[in-house]
């Protein structure tokens, strides 16, 4: 039954995107330079601190690349979360698709990637090239309710992760805005024993206890967000966020640490 729900999903997400992306195609204006004057483009770069993996105690330093892409006909590109478009089904409902990226992880202390020395042993989660659907409403205000899906395309072995979020500006000032958002982090079994679980031959290879992560809730996550807009150009972000392991993901032997506390700075070029 969950497959065939998931199916249901994916197979509506994207026929309905299709036959948009199709009739914007169609509809599109033929003179030159209109879809760079209809698109903003914001450029960035930051720093940011965030744990070395997913339940991690220790904490690496990190470079935040910032590039979003949004055109007026509904197609993105943003360093999060792919190169997709979403479309607007009303005034309130909205939906998207998007090819991104999913990390793996490392069993070292490896430069930037995921990953830690005290994880030797475990061996190493692939990253993978992920299909992301989403659907949501607009609450009214500035809030938004969305749920959505990533399924691996590549190294599917990770197994599909999913994922429900509130978000809301809290403030929204000449110059600043302000946004919160809580969500909850869902995982298939083979998702969770991806990044939670401990096979027998892991454990022989690690010395963690032998630990079989079933399907379900993962984690909680809660951040802030605030942009500072300098003019209508240069702007400076800064994110705060934590985020909490829970039930079968909690009581793995590889999370060191139930709560893992991020947060990054980025200054960035809007035109």
């Not at 309905?16 to 330079?33: D, E, F, N």
Request: aromatic letters at 10%.
């Amino acid at each position: 039954m969950k497959h065939q729900i998931k199916s249901i999903i994916a197979v509506t997400v994207c026929s309905l995107l299709a036959s948009r992306m199709a009739a914007a195609q169609q509809a599109a204006p033929s003179q030159p330079g209109s879809w760079l004057q209809d698109t903003k483009i914001t450029i960035g770069l930051g720093v940011g601190r965030m744990a070395r993996y997913a339940g991690s105690d220790e904490y690496r330093a990190v470079p935040v690349p910032v590039l979003k892409i949004v055109s007026s006909s509904g197609f993105f590109l943003d360093s999060t979360q792919g190169a997709g478009y979403r479309h607007d089904i009303s005034d309130t409902l909205f939906a998207s698709a998007a090819i991104g990226y999913g990390a793996g992880r490392k069993d070292s202390n490896d430069g930037l990637q995921s990953g830690s020395d005290k994880l030797k042993g475990m061996g190493e989660i692939k990253g993978s090239v992920l299909a992301n659907l989403e659907a949501g409403i607009k609450l009214g205000g500035s809030s938004t309710f969305s749920a959505g899906l990533s399924q691996p395309l590549s190294n599917r072995e990770r197994g599909i992760s999913y994922h429900a979020q509130l978000s809301s500006t809290v403030l929204k000032l000449e110059k600043d805005n302000v946004t919160v958002s809580g969500a909850a982090y869902f995982g298939s079994a083979k998702y969770n024993q991806t990044f939670f679980g401990v096979t027998a031959l892991q454990s022989r290879n690690s010395g963690y206890a032998q630990y079989k992560a079933e399907s379900g809730l993962n984690a909680l996550n809660a951040s802030v967000v605030w942009t500072h807009s300098f003019n209508r150009t240069w702007s400076v972000s800064t994110m705060v966020g934590a985020t909490h392991y829970m039930q079968k993901a909690a009581d793995s032997p590889l999370v060191l640490a139930k709560t893992n506390y991020s947060g990054f700075t980025s200054v960035n070029y809007s035109f």
